[in-house]
C-alpha cells in the first residue's frame, strides 16, 4: 500500500513526505537525484514498530522546491532539514541517511543535539579530505552539460543493482540525471559538496547522539576508505560494511534490519548497545 503524501512548509518551498506507523519517530533521507521510494521496503518494515517519516528533498519526488534554487545545496538540505523538523513539531528523533542525506542528519546533531536521539548514516558525505582528483571530479560534474553526460553512466555503477527494486531505483535515478532539470540539480550539489560548510570534520566532536555507519562496500563513489576517514571523526560510531551498492537498504533489507533493530531498539529502551565494528 502506498502511504500518503503530506506537506511541511521550508524556507524552499513545501516539502512532501510520507508517515507511517506509531512511536518513536525515525526520519529517512534520501541521497542525490533519488527520492524517499528509496526506502520502500525498510520503511514498510520499521512501520510496525515505529513512526517513519519518508522526505523527498526540495527539486526531489514530489517536492517542487522553491522557485529560487537558493538551497539548492547540501548546506541548504540541512537547513531544509531543521525546517522540517520544526515544521513537524518532532520529538527528539532517529535519523537515517544516505549519502547527502546522511550529511543533512550529521549536520542537525552538530547545530541541533537536542533534535536526534540517534543516527544511522549510509555512504554518507561530510567527513573526508577532498584530494586533487576529487575536487576535479566534482567541479567536472558541477557543469550540468558534463553532469548529464556522466552521471546516468555513474548510477549503474554506485548502485550495483542486486535487486528488483534496485533495478527500479537506477531506472528512475538515470531517467532523471538524463534530463535538463535533473542535470542542473545534480551539478548544482556536487558543486556544493566542495562548500566549506558541507566539512563536518572540526565540528564532528560536538556529536554525542549514539551513531551506527552502514557502509555499503560496492560503491566506488563514498568507498571504504572513506568510512574508515568517517569513523575517525566518530570514534564513537559503530562501522559495518555491506556487500551493497549505494542504497544498502534497497541492496539488502533484510541485512540492513538485523543491523539497525537492535540499534534502534538500545536508543529506545536507554540501553548501551554492545557491538564491534564489521569490515
Not at 46 to 52: G, K, S, V
Not at 256 to 276: D, T
Amino acid at each position: 500500500m502506498t502511504p500518503t503524501m503530506h506537506s511541511v512548509p521550508t524556507r524552499a518551498g513545501d516539502i512532501s513526505y510520507s508517515i507511517q506507523g506509531k512511536g518513536q519517530p525515525i526520519v529517512l533521507l534520501h541521497a542525490t537525484l533519488h527520492d524517499s521510494r528509496d526506502y520502500e521496503v525498510i520503511a514498510e518494515r520499521l512501520a510496525e514498530r515505529y513512526q517513519t517519516i519518508s522526505v523527498d528533498w526540495p527539486w526531489h519526488g514530489n517536492s517542487q522546491g522553491g522557485s529560487s534554487k537558493e538551497y539548492l545545496s547540501a548546506v541548504g538540505f540541512a537547513d531544509i532539514l531543521e525546517d522540517i523538523v520544526e515544521g513537524l513539531k518532532l520529538e527528539p528523533a532517529i535519523f537515517i541517511g544516505n549519502s547527502v542525506g546522511g550529511f543533512a542528519a550529521a549536520r542537525l546533531a552538530v547545530t541541533h543535539p537536542d533534535k536526534v536521539r540517534g543516527m544511522i548514516l549510509v555512504n554518507a558525505g561530510g567527513f573526508v579530505e577532498w584530494t586533487l582528483i576529487s575536487r576535479l571530479f566534482a567541479r567536472l560534474l558541477g557543469f550540468a552539460t558534463v553532469s548529464r553526460l556522466v552521471t546516468p553512466h555513474l548510477v549503474g555503477k554506485y548502485m550495483s543493482p542486486q535487486t528488483s527494486h534496485d533495478e527500479d531505483i537506477t531506472r528512475r535515478v538515470k531517467a532523471r540525471a538524463s534530463s535538463g532539470e535533473g542535470a542542473s540539480t545534480a551539478a548544482a550539489l556536487w558543486r556544493s559538496f566542495l562548500d566549506p560548510g558541507h566539512d563536518l570534520r572540526s565540528r564532528a566532536e560536538s556529536i554525542k547522539a549514539p551513531v551506527l555507519l552502514v557502509w555499503g562496500s560496492r560503491d566506488p563513489l563514498f568507498s571504504k576508505a572513506s568510512a574508515e576517514a568517517t569513523k575517525m571523526y566518530m570514534p564513537q560510531a559503530r562501522l559495518v560494511f555491506i556487500d551493497a551498492g549505494h542504497v544498502v537498504f534497497s541492496s539488502k533489507p533484510n541485512e540492513f534490519q538485523q543491523l539497525v533493530q537492535p540499534f534502534i531498539e538500545s536508543i529506545v529502551e536507554g540501553k548501551e548497545l554492545q557491538g564491534e565494528d564489521h569490515k
